[in-house]
T-cell receptor, first 116, second 113 residues
C-alpha cells in the first residue's frame, strides 16, 4: 500500500563521504520533490523534477545533486556531507499538470541522515 | 521576506478542548494554502487545502480552516480535540501556477487524555 518509499530510513555517513538517498513512488506522478528538514524547522525545498525537467532552488548548495532515471525513482546525492547537512530528508510527489500548484503532495517517511 | 509563520511552537490541550492554530503568510498575489499533519512516527499527510471558492474549508478528522485574505491568514480549527490528534501540524503555501511549496516551522500539538 506504500505510495512514496524512501530508503534507507536512517543513514549514517562520515564527514566528506558521498551519500545517496533513494525515493521511489507507485503513484505514477509527474513531479518529485526533495526537502530538507532540520530539527524544529520547516521542511525546506531543495529541488524538484517535473518529469525529466530539473528545477533547482536558488539557495540549494551545489553539494546537493539529484537524479531521476525514470518516473518511479529519484535520488538525492550529497557529494561531500558536512555536519550541517545532518537532517531529515523528505521526498514527495504530486500529480502535476495544469493547476499543479493546487496539487496535494504525497510524502515519504523520510531518511534521517547523521554525519559523523 | 516572504514567509509562512506559525506563531505557536507547542500547544498543550486537554481532550475535548477547542483548538485553533495560527498560520500567516506574507506572499502577495494568489496563493494556495495547505495544512499537513505528521503523527508520531508517520509521514506528512494532507489535512485540508484551499485554492478557491468557499474560504471555510473542511478536512479530514473534523478539522477545518478559514482563509481570511485581508489578514493573510489560514488558521486551523477543531471544536473538540482527541488524544489521537497529538501530532505536528504544518501550514504551507504555493503561489499561483508554481509547484514550489513553502512550509511554516510547524506547531506541535499535545493532547492530554
Amino acid at each position: 500500500d506504500a505510495m512514496v518509499i524512501q530508503n534507507p530510513r536512517y543513514q549514517v555517513t562520515q564527514f566528506g563521504k558521498p551519500v545517496t538517498l533513494s525515493c521511489s513512488q507507485t503513484l505514477n506522478h509527474n513531479v518529485m520533490y526533495w526537502y530538507q528538514q532540520k530539527s524544529s524547522q520547516a521542511p525546506k525545498l531543495l529541488f524538484h523534477y517535473y518529469d525529466k525537467d530539473f528545477n533547482n532552488e536558488a539557495d540549494t548548495p551545489d553539494n546537493f545533486q539529484s537524479r531521476r532515471p525514470n518516473t518511479s525513482f529519484c535520488f538525492l546525492d550529497i557529494r561531500s556531507p558536512g555536519l550541517g547537512d545532518a537532517a531529515m530528508y523528505l521526498c514527495a510527489t504530486s500529480k502535476g499538470g495544469s493547476g499543479g500548484a493546487t496539487d496535494t503532495q504525497y510524502f515519504g517517511p523520510g531518511t534521517r541522515l547523521t554525519v559523523l | 521576506a516572504q514567509s509562512v509563520s506559525q506563531h505557536n511552537h507547542h500547544v498543550i490541550l486537554s481532550e475535548a478542548a477547542s483548538l485553533e492554530l495560527g498560520c500567516n503568510y506574507s506572499y502577495g498575489g494568489t496563493v494556495n494554502l495547505f495544512w499537513y499533519v505528521q503523527y508520531p512516527g508517520q509521514h506528512l499527510q494532507l489535512l485540508l487545502k484551499y485554492f478557491s471558492g468557499d474560504p471555510l474549508v473542511k478536512g479530514i478528522k473534523g478539522f477545518e480552516a478559514e482563509f481570511i485574505k485581508s489578514k493573510f491568514s489560514f488558521n486551523l480549527r477543531k471544536p473538540s480535540v482527541q488524544w489521537s490528534d497529538t501530532a505536528e501540524y504544518f501550514c504551507a503555501v504555493t503561489l499561483y501556477n508554481n509547484n514550489d511549496m513553502r512550509f511554516g516551522a510547524g506547531t506541535r500539538l499535545t493532547v492530554k487524555p
